[in-house]
Structures are given as structure tokens and as C-alpha cells.
């Protein structure tokens, strides 16, 4: 194929056609790989990618955004041992980024559209960097199983994240909470008075609720990291008594509510 160039030497541009043993497609390839070189911080020129992908190449499966996607979080589910929960909210992050990116077939991404699509104002510097996290793991997968020629997320910006002061609230707070909570009352209560994990506590139902035994079973799939038992304290045990026929779960959650009794 023939390859067009065009560089700049003295102040005027200069074209030059070159010969090159790299196939049409191949050279579409060729200038994804450029693409994603320079979406990455780098600024060779075609020649050197093109001596690059030459020394390095190494034949891409096709396939689409959405059927990629299916199979990296059964990768993450099946060979990971990723929690289902975990797998399916990144696989969502992934499908509304390839729906952004036109739901094309993976290696023709444009990457310029992503990367809008990632960096959107409209999401919070936490958001954008946990988006920018799925999306690195997503494309280290692509790169290792040939669907994408590198993983160009490696050197895209994470947003930084400022951490804010953890309040630890006195009595009267305490109780000043609990009074205004409302039908969450039983959530509150978990978080305050057991340390299950505020996601944990909105996940729990009925019966993971043991009043006999005055424990709590956080069990796989609601648990973030691993399953087991949480003993209770006997004023939780009498919290969540009085919830059990005021509210549909223990860990009821409601994020106006929320925001009221904040």
C-alpha cells in the first residue's frame, strides 16, 4: 500500500508518498495504534509507529464493544472470582462509555470521543476516576486477549480526589440523628452501632436479620469484600425490632431522606 505523508522541513510542507508492505487494514490498525499513542502522552510520528507496529505486530481479533464487554465480566466473574454486583456495575460504567464511543467494534474506538465521554463535567472527580479505573482494567484485558493493540487508559489522567475530614459524632448528635431518620431509621442504626459497611447495610434483607441470636449475616453478593456474621449490640437488636414492621428492608435507604436527615 502506499502511504501519504506530509512533514514540515524549513517552513514549508513537503508531501511524500512511501511504499510500505502493510496491508489496507493493517494500516487502519496502524493508525488506531497513533491514535491511541498520542491520546497517551506520546508524540512520535507515523514513520516510528509504523516501525513499531511492523517489529510488533500482532494479528487483532474483531469483535464489538457490547460482546466485549460481556466477555471481560465474565472473565472477572468466572476466572477472577470478582463479586457479580462488582462485575455488573463496571460492566454498566463500560456499556454507557461504548454507547459515548458509538458501539463500534473495539479497535476502531475513537478515543477522542471516549476520552470526552469519560472526563465529562457533569461527573464528580470521584466518579471520573473510578470510570477511568474500570476503564484501564477493561483495555489491560483487551490488550492481553489481541482486541486492542495497548491499553491506551495507562496514561490518561485519574483525577484526584480530596479526602475530607472523618466527623465523629458526640451523644447528642447521635441521637439527634436517630429522631429525624425517619423509615431510616434501622439503616442509621446499622451503620452506627454494628460497623457494617454503609453498601452492606442497604443490601441486607429480613432475613439476614437474626434477633434471636442478635446477629446480622452479611452474606456473598451484599458483602463487599467477604461473607460472615455480625454480632449486635442489644440496642441495635432493639432498633431494629421496633423497624421490622415499619420498614421493607433493615437497611432501608432513600437519598432524599438521606440528604433531610444529614
Same mark, same amino acid.
Given at each position: 500500500?502506499?502511504?501519504?505523508?506530509?512533514?514540515?522541513?524549513?517552513?514549508?510542507?513537503?508531501?511524500?508518498?512511501?511504499?510500505?508492505?502493510?496491508?489496507?487494514?493493517?494500516?487502519?490498525?496502524c493508525?488506531?495504534?497513533?491514535?491511541?499513542?498520542?491520546?497517551?502522552?506520546?508524540?512520535?510520528?507515523?514513520?516510528?509507529?509504523?516501525n513499531?507496529?511492523?517489529?510488533?505486530?500482532?494479528?487483532?481479533?474483531?469483535?464489538a464493544?457490547?460482546?466485549?464487554?460481556?466477555?471481560?465480566?465474565?472473565?472477572?466473574?468466572?476466572?477472577?472470582? &470478582? @463479586? $457479580?454486583?462488582? *462485575?455488573?456495575?463496571?460492566?454498566?460504567?463500560?456499556?454507557? #462509555?461504548a454507547?459515548?464511543?458509538g458501539? =463500534?467494534?473495539?479497535?476502531?474506538?475513537?478515543?477522542?470521543?471516549?476520552?470526552?465521554?469519560?472526563?465529562?463535567?457533569?461527573?464528580?472527580?470521584?466518579?471520573?476516576?473510578?470510570?477511568r479505573?474500570?476503564?484501564?482494567?477493561?483495555?489491560?484485558?483487551?490488550?492481553?486477549?489481541?482486541?486492542?493493540?495497548?491499553?491506551?487508559?495507562?496514561?490518561?489522567?485519574?483525577?484526584?480526589?480530596?479526602?475530607?475530614?472523618?466527623?465523629?459524632?458526640?451523644?447528642?448528635?447521635?441521637?439527634?440523628?436517630?429522631?429525624?431518620?425517619?423509615?431510616?431509621?434501622?439503616?442509621?442504626?446499622?451503620?452506627?452501632?454494628?460497623? &457494617? @459497611? $454503609?453498601?452492606e *447495610?442497604k443490601?441486607?434483607?429480613?432475613d439476614?436479620?437474626? #434477633?434471636?441470636?442478635?446477629?446480622?449475616? =452479611?452474606?456473598?453478593?451484599?458483602?463487599?469484600?467477604?461473607?460472615?456474621?455480625?454480632?449486635?449490640?442489644?440496642?441495635?437488636?432493639?432498633?431494629?425490632?421496633?423497624?421490622?414492621?415499619?420498614?421493607?428492608?433493615?437497611?432501608?435507604?432513600?437519598?432524599?431522606?438521606?440528604?433531610?436527615?444529614?
Amino acid at each position: 500500500a502506499k502511504v501519504e505523508l506530509e512533514r514540515v522541513a524549513y517552513g514549508e510542507s513537503i508531501s511524500e508518498v512511501r511504499i510500505t508492505t502493510l496491508s489496507e487494514r493493517e494500516l487502519r490498525e496502524c493508525e488506531a495504534m497513533l491514535t491511541g499513542l498520542r491520546a497517551g502522552g506520546y508524540r512520535q510520528g507515523p514513520i516510528e509507529v509504523l516501525n513499531f507496529f511492523r517489529e510488533n505486530y500482532k494479528d487483532l481479533q474483531p469483535i464489538a464493544w457490547i460482546d466485549a464487554v460481556e466477555l471481560f465480566e465474565y472473565h472477572r466473574i468466572s476466572i477472577r472470582s &470478582v @463479586r $457479580p454486583r462488582t *462485575a455488573t456495575e463496571d460492566s454498566a460504567t463500560l456499556m454507557r #462509555l461504548a454507547k459515548a464511543s458509538g458501539n =463500534v467494534d473495539l479497535h476502531t474506538t475513537d478515543l477522542d470521543t471516549l476520552r470526552t465521554a469519560l472526563y465529562d463535567p457533569k461527573y464528580s472527580n470521584r466518579t471520573q476516576r473510578e470510570y477511568r479505573d474500570r476503564l484501564h482494567s477493561f483495555f489491560d484485558w483487551a490488550f492481553k486477549e489481541n482486541y486492542y493493540p495497548t491499553n491506551p487508559i495507562k496514561n490518561w489522567e485519574r483525577p484526584k480526589v480530596k479526602k475530607t475530614e472523618v466527623i465523629i459524632l458526640n451523644h447528642k448528635q447521635v441521637r439527634k440523628l436517630l429522631d429525624n431518620a425517619g423509615d431510616m431509621l434501622g439503616y442509621f442504626a446499622l451503620c452506627l452501632f454494628s460497623g &457494617v @459497611r $454503609p453498601d452492606e *447495610a442497604k443490601r441486607l434483607e429480613w432475613d439476614d436479620v437474626d #434477633l434471636a441470636n442478635s446477629c446480622v449475616w =452479611v452474606k456473598w453478593g451484599r458483602a463487599k469484600t467477604r461473607a460472615g456474621r455480625v454480632r449486635i449490640s442489644e440496642n441495635l437488636r432493639a432498633i431494629l425490632g421496633y423497624c421490622k414492621n415499619k420498614s421493607p428492608r433493615p437497611g432501608h435507604f432513600n437519598r432524599r431522606k438521606f440528604n433531610y436527615a444529614r
